[in-house]
């Protein structure tokens, strides 16, 4: 036999109680410290990207280049093999275009993000970015685009150290 509860006993805390301090609050800023790797295949990934490169990582048992890099290859179930580098250039895979912001407001002008597999890397294999300096009625798939840059006293080693992809010149 299960029995429903129709009211909880005690009073409702109401927002209005709380912001006229009607209720005890205990407010506190922890000072927590914490660590946190990204491991060996993207430490050295964001490094380079700092440095304006794109590194890889080669299986040599399946032959596939893989960006971002990983130190094992998920089709040959073992470990990669080598470093490679990749160009900024590649072709877009996918794409979306949203008019939604992060904090889901509206936007007049779209954001466009897309899959881009760089050139020196496997078919198939790619990282996500935005694009710039196209228009959503112009951009297409297969469509070549290249890496817009942060100066290189502005890299943080991040994937934002590059800007966004931008259509090149054919």
Excluded at 88 to 117: F, H, Q
């Amino acid at each position: 036999m299960s029995v429903k509860i129709k009211k909880y006993a005690g009073e409702e805390i109401k927002t209005e109680d709380l912001r006229k301090g009607r209720v005890p609050v205990e407010r506190w800023k922890p000072k927590v410290r914490y660590a946190w790797s990204v491991g060996t295949a993207m430490s050295r990934f964001l490094k380079e990207l700092k440095n304006g490169r794109i590194i890889a990582r080669k299986c040599h048992k399946c032959g596939r280049i893989l960006v971002p890099p990983r130190m094992f290859c998920e089709l040959c179930f073992r470990p990669t093999d080598e470093w490679v580098y990749v160009k900024d250039t590649g072709i877009i895979n996918t794409y979306s275009i949203s008019y939604l912001a992060a904090d889901a407001s509206r936007l007049k002008e779209p954001i466009i993000i897309g899959v881009i597999e760089l050139d020196g890397a496997s078919k198939g294999v790619g990282i996500f970015h935005h694009l710039g300096e196209v228009k959503k009625e112009n951009i297409k798939f297969g469509m070549k685009v290249k890496a817009v840059w942060k100066p290189p006293e502005e890299r943080t080693g991040a994937i934002t150290d590059i800007k966004y992809f931008k259509p090149a010149e054919v």
